[in-house]
């Protein structure tokens, strides 16, 4: 176990308290040093896997040389210019790449911004100027933001919304379809039949005409609402009701885009085509950039309708250039294949620990559910914490999703060495943290006897 917090951390922890909004959400004295593709180190120089990716945002691993080269490049020629008034041939670049890659039939377009709530903001803001409409459909359990729009759409914590009402703009908040804790299965069988049920009969049937409707913001893969995948059924049956009512469909991909999934996005796995998308985090490898990308026919608002002084700046445009090129050579196909072999290794776990319910997740996008029974699936909101922390002292990084869930999401250029160490970890750990509780079950035999490749 690492002696932490150390004195440095604890040191820079005391100043931090001092000076830095408190509203932030840190789980346990992590401070960084440096970090090079899954390794990260702290200032007393104690050594981590970093399974959380700084959330999900440095997909192809800390510092990598390809994406640090591009940065120097780019730096070395100038720093800023606001391609919201003039032009630059990376910015150009970057928007061409990602129209090409959109899983979108119809030409798209973008438009750059620094975050993901951004994104999400611009996305709403064109299907309000493009449909005229006034009203949109979100989920329960959904996260798009903090800022004042984006909240209106984030439903997974209480504490994100409270002493923030009234939001903006109005927003009708749904279920969403998770196949281990089904809330409309007297509705169908299939829950995301029985979701699509639930909106067309009694979100449009009783309560909000469908004329009045701009848009549906849905993530493919529910991230802070705990790593949720739908059922298959879900999303061509959103598409279908959408085309039929006229309402545009936005999958915010902030989370689960940029090959996280093996795909360059989460959508492609649906087989349906989005409208508007929203893109950030692992967009440049760690520094700040977002986009919204949409179809060009609905990208028709003019000139000052939307626009961002540091949107798209040069350094984080050159950066996503080289993020993407990665990707698309090697990355999202390891994504696939290691993700494959994280979720194999984590779902064996299930034999020897009671306290994981559900394992589930696409490529390097994995979330693994505790409860306390597997009968009742009572959520284990604590011991997920305690799990978390414990695997901190342990030399990995985790977070948490949704109340208790955790979320497994390495850099996509994360090797087997890295997931057998990573799982050792965690068995032990949840072990540990299972016998505390008086847990007999807990760890019936080593998970190195276990065989990863059955």
């Known amino acids: 176990m690492i002696q932490v917090p150390g004195p440095k951390a604890m040191s820079y922890v005391a100043r931090d308290s001092h000076v830095v909004s408190p509203s932030y959400t840190r789980g346990y004295p992590f401070v960084m040093a440096k970090g090079r593709g899954v390794e990260v180190w702290d200032v007393d120089g104690n050594r981590y896997l970093d399974f959380s990716s700084g959330v999900a945002v440095t997909s192809t691993g800390h510092c990598h040389p390809e994406v640090v080269r591009a940065i120097k490049e780019q730096v070395d020629k100038f720093l800023h210019m606001s391609g919201t008034d003039f032009y630059y041939p990376v910015q150009i670049e970057l928007a061409e790449y990602l129209a090409r890659v959109s899983p979108m039939s119809e030409p798209t377009q973008v438009f750059f911004t620094n975050s993901g709530a951004e994104s999400v903001e611009a996305a709403v803001k064109l299907a309000m100027y493009a449909t005229k409409r006034p009203y949109f459909i979100a989920f329960y359990g959904g996260f798009h933001g903090r800022t004042m729009g984006a909240l209106a759409f984030t439903a997974s914590k209480p504490v994100q919304r409270g002493s923030f009402l009234p939001v903006m703009p109005p927003v009708i908040h749904v279920p969403y379809p998770n196949p281990y804790r089904p809330l409309l299965c007297a509705l169908d069988p299939d829950e995301g039949i029985a979701v699509m049920r639930y909106i067309e009969e009694t979100v449009l ?145 299930m034999d020897f620990h009671p306290t994981i319910g559900d394992v589930r997740g696409r490529g390097l996008m994995i979330g693994v559910e505790l409860i306390k029974d597997r009968m009742t699936q009572v959520r284990a909101k604590e011991l997920r914490g305690r799990v978390v922390n414990h695997a901190f002292r342990e030399g990995l990084l985790l977070l948490g999703a949704g109340p208790n869930t955790i979320r497994f999401v390495p850099p996509l250029n994360v090797e087997r060495a890295h997931i057998d160490e990573a799982l050792e970890i965690f068995d032990g750990v949840l072990a540990a943290e299972e016998a505390s509780l008086g847990i007999e079950e807990a760890y019936a035999e080593p998970m190195a006897e276990y065989d990863l490749n059955k």
């Open 205 to 349: 049937g009783c309560k909000l005409p469908p004329k009045e409707v701009a848009a549906v913001l849905v993530e493919p893969i529910q991230g802070e609402g705990g790593y949720v995948v739908p059922p298959p059924s879900f999303f061509p049956a959103l598409r279908e009701l959408c085309d039929r009512y006229g309402i545009l469909l936005i999958v915010d991909e902030v989370q689960s885009g940029m090959g996280r999934t093996g795909k360059c996005f989460a959508i492609e796995h649906e087989g349906v085509e989005p409208d508007i998308i929203a893109v950030a985090k692992g967009i440049a490898s760690g520094m700040p950039l977002g986009a919204m990308i949409a179809r060009r026919s609905l990208m028709t608002w003019p000139a000052g309708a939307h626009a961002s002084t540091f949107g798209g700046n040069p350094v984080s445009c050159a950066a996503a250039l080289a993020t993407l090129h990665l990707l698309e050579n090697g990355m999202m196909d390891n994504a696939t294949r290691m993700g494959e072999y994280l979720l194999t290794g984590l779902q064996q776990l």
